[in-house]
């Protein structure tokens, strides 16, 4: 019966969880409030943010679940990817205790820690099943033959889901981060009240780079008939008055596209590989417009679908501490010259 401590630095979440035998026990997130002024995730600040909250995460982590330090049998890390400052702060504070405390060092992949967050809840997927992972940098699908081995299949050709949808939000002028404002205003707007289009990409990878431009264009015109075209003829009172007027609708169509394209590129994995046990993770997971969707079309095509719970879709060690569970049990132990990586592949 393993008990772990896993910490995650990756961007601007300080997180901290310990778990028994993959059950987790306690899993403490300090959010980092002062990028919100800047409109975005500022690197230099995040890396300092880290260093002032990982101590007292890790003492809130080990409290909350009731154990001390020198019980873990082993201590993991967030690896790769993220911002090479942040995952810096993280890694050099588990090595420093994996060698103080002469304890085991696990080195955990961001992404397929999100993809292994299904498996923390007691209701868990079967292998293979089938992972749509969506964050703001990181758009996939991924096939998980068991918590050690999965292939990505699917992945962006440029930009991420979660950057589609924190773009437009910077564009309609809401707040850092406006993504989860976008899934709010949605919910009271029509969807079918503005047509974006849907890239044609070939295979399984998406594309949202042209989505983007089209709802800058859209905007930046007032929802005039040059929807798509770079000709501004609105004034820059016309785009407010626009966008004050139909936020609402202009979110709700946004988010139903961005959700169209998600799940119309699941579906044909899915038939493609005959997999019937569905998953989402990642940020965007959290989008309640993806999360209905998925539900809806999960029972019209007979498939098993699987939603976290919304406190390990977002980034947080839960899922990196399920996840070097599994390695443990395979002995996959790190050495204390790993490095962290800002883009390391599977």
């Not at 910490?7 to 778990?19: H, M, Q």
């Not at 292994?116 to 964050?135: E, G, H, M, Y």
């Not at 205003?185 to 949202?208: H, R, T, V």
């Not at 919304?310 to 990196?320: K, P, V």
Request: proline content about 5%; hydrophobic content about 45%.
């Amino acid at each position: 019966m393993p008990l772990i401590l896993a910490i995650e630095s990756s961007c601007d979440e300080t997180a901290a969880a310990v778990c028994v035998d993959g059950k987790i026990l306690s899993n403490i997130i300090a959010t980092q409030k002062i990028h919100a002024q800047y409109g975005g995730v500022v690197p230099e600040l995040a890396s300092r943010a880290h260093m002032q909250h990982i101590v007292p995460v890790v003492d809130a982590a080990l409290k909350a679940a009731n154990r001390t330090l020198h019980e873990m049998d082993a201590i993991a890390f967030t690896q790769a990817p993220g911002l090479i400052g942040a995952l810096l702060v993280g890694a050099q504070f588990a090595k420093s205790l994996s060698l103080a405390l002469d304890k085991p060092l696990i080195a955990v992949h961001h992404m397929q820690a999100h993809v292994l967050a299904n498996l923390i809840a007691d209701q868990k997927p079967a292998f293979p099943f089938l992972c749509l992972t969506v964050s703001g940098g990181h758009t996939q699908i991924v096939v998980c033959n068991s918590p050690t081995d999965m292939k990505v299949i699917g992945k962006t050709i440029d930009d991420a889901a979660g950057e589609a949808f924190d773009k437009t939000a910077k564009i309609l002028g809401l707040p850092y981060p406006g993504g989860p404002l976008i899934d709010t205003y949605a919910k009271m707007g029509n969807p079918a009240a503005y047509k974006f289009p849907e890239p044609n990409i070939a295979g399984l990878d998406f594309s949202f780079s042209g989505l983007k431009t089209s709802i800058l264009y859209f905007l930046q015109n007032a929802g005039s008939s040059l929807l798509f075209k770079e000709v501004f003829t609105a004034s820059e009172e016309e785009r407010r008055k626009f966008i004050e007027n139909n936020l609402a609708d202009i979110c709700a169509s946004v988010q139903a596209r961005i959700v169209s394209i998600l799940l119309n590129k699941l579906k044909k994995a899915a038939d493609q590989t005959g997999i019937k046990y569905i998953c989402i993770a990642g940020g965007v997971s959290a989008n309640s417009g993806l999360r209905k969707e998925l539900a809806l079309m999960g029972e019209k095509n007979g498939w098993n679908v699987f939603i976290p719970a919304f406190e390990y879709c977002t980034d947080n060690a839960a899922m990196i501490a399920i996840t070097a569970y599994y390695k443990f049990l395979e002995k996959d132990f790190a050495d204390l010259a790993i490095s962290p990586s800002a883009k390391a592949e599977w």
